[in-house]
């Protein structure tokens, strides 16, 4: 009976992954008809029916192009980077939580907030091992901000865990039965989203791939795979945050179809905020994660922790 379990469980995960690859190859298609929009223009619309294969033709073209190296890379992890990269972004979806089989374990947030944080040193290392001065550069303002950003994510979560009293995601959906949290905590589900953006490093504040200053950032040696997996990553974590958006303060009722409508819609919003903000500025962004939502985002937290205990007492 083990053997069956930990078989269905494979083939499970596997049928996962297969969806989010998918899923991101529809996103990267949605992103181009919405900034062609945006900008008045059609976008894809050439391959296949209203360009609905063109992710696929794109995958073939990248995949299919020379492989190129520096020669004074470290080459090994100049290699290795990219595949981690990937695999630490599909590895994130194992704590979706799944009604039925999967890994829904009950550590599931402290999962996200382990293996979201080792995708620092593939970016870090990325930018280093290419031993160029622009990636270098790209990966150290990256890791700056993707840190920073952390801190405060990671806070905001601690309010909503002080509420929920556990590190199970499916116990955001039982308590959200009624009212959803965006209501009782709107300001801090604006800071999450900002805060999100800012860790995925996407517009307004993409650094890390500063194009006016630092000709794509960490990844500007990589060609053909590793740039496809780089790629894939990021539109995976954005998909990934997007999923937990909508657990954490948009009702995470997983049997509905409305909770794909609204991965859906906080999926475009991000690809929205792209095509309607200018980049911001390097030292406002620092200035805005720790004197603007590292002190408020305390503050929430002893709120929240307060009112916990004074119920707690309450009840006793």
């Known amino acids: 009976m083990m053997f069956i379990d930990m078989f269905l469980i494979f083939i499970s995960m596997l049928i996962l992954l297969v969806c989010v690859l998918i899923s991101i190859a529809f ?85 996200f907030l382990s293996v979201s944080s080792l995708s620092v040193y593939t970016i870090m290392l990325a930018g280093w091992s290419s031993n160029s001065s622009y990636s270098l550069l790209g990966g150290l303002r990256s890791v700056a901000q993707t840190i920073s950003y952390e801190v405060s994510l990671a806070l905001i979560l601690l309010s ?36 999100s953006l800012a ?59 409305f909770f794909f409508i609204k991965l859906v819609f906080i999926s475009f919003f991000w690809l929205w905020v792209r095509g309607t903000l200018p980049r911001y500025r390097y030292d406002k962004l620092m200035y805005l994660a720790w004197k603007g939502y590292l002190p408020v985002s305390l503050n929430y937290l002893m709120f929240f922790g307060s009112m916990k205990m004074y119920i707690f007492i309450l009840f006793i």
């Not at 190129?68 to 695999?87: A, E, G």
């Not at 009624?178 to 604006?190: A, D, E, V």
């Not at 040696?221 to 998909?239: D, H, K, P, R």
């Open 199 to 257: 860790e995925t490093n996407r517009t307004p504040f993409d650094f890390a791939e500063g194009e006016s200053e630092l000709v794509s950032g960490f990844n500007v040696e990589y060609s053909s795979g590793g740039f496809v997996m780089i790629f894939l990553a990021e539109y995976g974590n954005i998909l990934f945050m997007s999923m937990l958006t909508v657990i954490l303060f948009l009702g995470s009722n997983l049997n509905s179809f």
């Open 160 to 195: 909503y865990l002080y509420l929920v009293l556990s590190l199970n995601m499916i116990d955001f959906m039982k308590y959200q039965e009624y009212i959803w949290f965006c209501y009782i905590m709107f300001p801090l589900c604006l800071m999450w989203l900002v805060s």
């Open 27 to 111: 996103l990267t298609l949605l992103e181009r008809k919405v900034l062609g929009y945006i900008q008045i223009r059609k976008g894809p619309n050439k391959v296949g029916f209203i360009g609905l294969i063109q992710p696929f033709s794109d995958a073939i073209k990248l995949l299919t192009k020379e492989q190129t190296f520096p020669i004074m890379s470290n080459l090994n992890l100049y290699y290795i980077c990219p595949i981690m990269n990937l695999f630490l972004g599909l590895f994130l979806w194992f704590c979706m939580p799944f009604i039925t089989i999967l890994l829904n374990f009950n550590l599931s947030i402290l999962f």
